[in-house]
């Protein structure tokens, strides 16, 4: 039986959050992923993870081994149904933070990976794709 090429973490507690690091640790280290990559990868996914858990409660981050053209790579995705962010703008700005998460933001999550998109709505959620792609 071959290894799942896609799945799912629910995030509700902190426990939660060290079970998705934990998820995308093993992901990556699975494709291969160097120590920095993987490194990388994981600080991004729990910064995401954080900001589900402090700021809508509850959501679940979605994983998938993506092939790209013959170029393989992991995608999270982080989606909640909280408050949404009001100013995505902003909310990209380096140095702009609510003191609540671990200081990292939306600004270095995507400095980190190589494709990031983010979907908001205030009153309805966000889900944000982040994707890390192997380097040959």
């Not at 120590?35 to 509850?58: H, K, M, P, Q």
């Not at 494709?115 to 966000?126: A, F, S, Y």
């Amino acid at each position: 039986m071959s290894e799942a090429t896609q799945g799912n973490v629910p995030i509700q507690s902190e426990n939660d959050i060290i079970a998705a690091r934990r998820a995308v640790r093993d992901l990556a280290a699975r494709l291969s992923f160097g120590i920095t990559d993987v490194t990388r990868i994981v600080t991004a996914s729990s910064e995401l993870a954080r900001n589900i858990f402090l700021y809508a409660g509850a959501g679940v981050m979605w994983w998938s081994i993506s092939d790209r053209n013959g170029a393989v790579g992991l995608e999270l995705t982080f989606e909640d149904h909280g408050p949404g962010i009001p100013d995505v703008e902003l909310a990209m700005k380096p140095g702009y933070g609510t003191s609540r998460g671990l200081g990292f933001g939306l600004p270095g999550t995507k400095r980190l990976m190589d494709e990031m998109e983010v979907r908001t709505e205030v009153g309805k959620g966000t889900t944000v794709t982040v994707r890390k792609w192997l380097r040959k």
